[in-house]
């Protein structure tokens, strides 16, 4: 079974500080990739996906994803964060081959963004 | 915009009780699903459905079962309600099948359950 790691389970940065969050899954076929945001109170919103093309992969709100595939990788960028990013971040992966057409998440980042 | 709703954002329930936990989404997409979040386990598939009364299961069914009798509803329901079932359920879904960008999902603003 396929499945998704996030290493940093909590993530405090101050605010212009450059922000990297990890993704690695499991699976070793053709997946499309996804970060969702949930910020407080809200719910969960796409910041960026991957499905072909590309690999580097620009999502809202200056956040930008790198799929390496030779490390399984899906890293989440941010050269300058702000107070406002405080949220929690989920990268999900779907893998196409299966045809299961559902997310599989990993457990989350939480970060927070101190003034 | 697609819009996914959900009956209750916040629902008390006592042990052994029904729950349903409703789920309507106004973009006329195929796939509905249902997952549970809880704090550093991210979120957990419990059942999805490719089409009307269709259903497959997800990693984590038990205790729990899905109805789909229209496209655009997709319900979750507790047979016999427990304290291990108190969680942030969320409902989302998406146009079709993997492989494009039609599988990106939509979620809904969840039902926080407590079961006493």
């Not at chain 1, 994803?65 to 992966?93: G, H, M």
């Not at chain 1, 599989?104 to 927070?112: D, K």
């Not at chain 2, 009956?7 to 006329?28: H, I, N, P």
């Amino acid at each position: 079974a396929q499945s998704v790691s996030q290493h940093n389970h909590h993530v405090i940065l101050s605010e212009a500080a450059s922000l990297e969050l990890g993704c690695n899954y499991s699976y070793g076929g053709t997946v499309n990739l996804f970060w969702y945001v949930q910020y407080p109170g809200q719910h969960l919103q796409l910041l960026l996906k991957y499905f072909s093309g590309d690999p580097l992969v620009k999502g809202i709100k200056g956040f930008e994803a790198e799929f390496i595939k030779s490390k399984f990788s899906f890293n989440l960028r941010k050269p300058s964060v702000q107070w406002s990013d405080t949220a929690e971040y989920f990268c999900a992966v779907i893998s196409v081959n299966t045809g299961r057409r559902a997310l599989t998440f990993g457990s989350g980042t939480r970060l927070q963004v101190q003034p | 915009d697609v819009k996914v709703t959900q009956s209750s954002r916040y629902l008390v329930k006592r042990t052994g009780e029904k729950v349903f936990l409703e789920c309507v989404q106004d973009m006329d997409h195929e796939n509905m699903f249902w997952y549970r979040q809880d704090p550093g386990l991210g979120l957990r598939l419990i059942y999805f459905s490719y089409d009307v009364k269709m259903k497959e299961k997800g990693d984590i069914p038990e205790g729990y079962s899905v109805s789909r009798e229209k496209k655009e509803r997709f319900s979750l329901i507790l047979e016999s309600a427990s304290t291990n079932q108190t969680s942030m359920y969320l409902c989302a879904s998406s146009l079709g099948e993997a492989g494009g960008s039609t599988d990106t999902q939509y979620f809904g603003p969840g039902t926080r359950l407590t079961v006493l």
